[in-house]
């Protein structure tokens, strides 16, 4: 062989070496270009499951919000009875057990404040309450009460259940509660 032939020989090695090297270098790249698109459609599919993920939980959250009762709207007023008096107090405490009475279906029969009860000296005013409610809506009831705010105990709690056998179910029962709340003196 000629030196001409070895030097095209070599320089159409060099070319064909150049090409497979340009070839694999473009592989690679589209290697990586394929692989970060694939990881950017993954990203934007998780997104869009977990938007859809909140979009449920808003729709839920607004069902709530909408089926809010006194319990939860209770729930931001102060922790305390409010009155300027211990006096007034008891009647706050009086109007917010009525409430929830009668939000929870049952009648007031009768009630009495107890404002010097063993525990008058903290601060706390009593009142004890006698009323008719069905069975369903006792439970409600007593967590609108010890739920909500000012915050209540339900100190005593006795139930007279019907007593005429066979009565139907939406009889309503007798119930006798002794309810408490603090009261501070405004400062």
Same mark, same amino acid.
Do not use: H
């Given at each position: 062989m000629s030196a001409?032939?070895?030097? !095209?020989?070599? %320089?159409? /090695? /060099?070319?064909?070496?150049?090409?497979? !090297?340009?070839?694999?270098?473009?592989?690679?790249?589209? !290697?990586?270009?394929?692989?970060?698109?694939?990881s950017l459609l993954d990203s934007y599919a998780a997104l869009d499951r977990n938007r859809a993920i909140l979009a449920r939980f808003d729709q839920q959250m607004g069902r709530t919000t909408r089926r809010s009762d006194a319990a939860t709207a209770a729930v931001n007023g102060p922790p305390f009875l409010s009155?300027?008096?211990? !006096?007034?107090a008891g009647a706050a405490l009086q109007e917010r057990v009525e409430a929830a009475v009668k939000k929870a279906g049952g009648n007031v029969l009768s009630s009495q404040i107890d404002l010097q009860g063993p /525990? %008058?000296?903290?601060?706390?005013v009593g009142l004890t309450e006698s009323l008719e409610i069905d069975?369903?809506?006792l439970q409600p009831l007593l967590y609108d009460l010890e739920g909500g705010m000012p915050y209540l105990f339900v100190e005593n709690l006795a139930i007279q259940a019907p007593q005429a056998f066979g009565e139907a179910d939406g009889t309503p029962m007798r119930v006798l509660m002794g309810v408490s709340g603090q009261w501070r003196e405004p400062q």
């Open positions: 001409t032939g070895l030097t !095209t020989v070599g %320089s159409s /090695r /060099r070319a064909w070496l150049a090409l497979l !090297t340009y070839a694999i270098f473009l592989v690679g790249l589209t !290697t990586v270009a394929v692989a970060m698109i694939s009155g300027k008096t211990i !006096t007034i /525990r %008058s000296g903290e601060g706390f069975q369903s809506a």
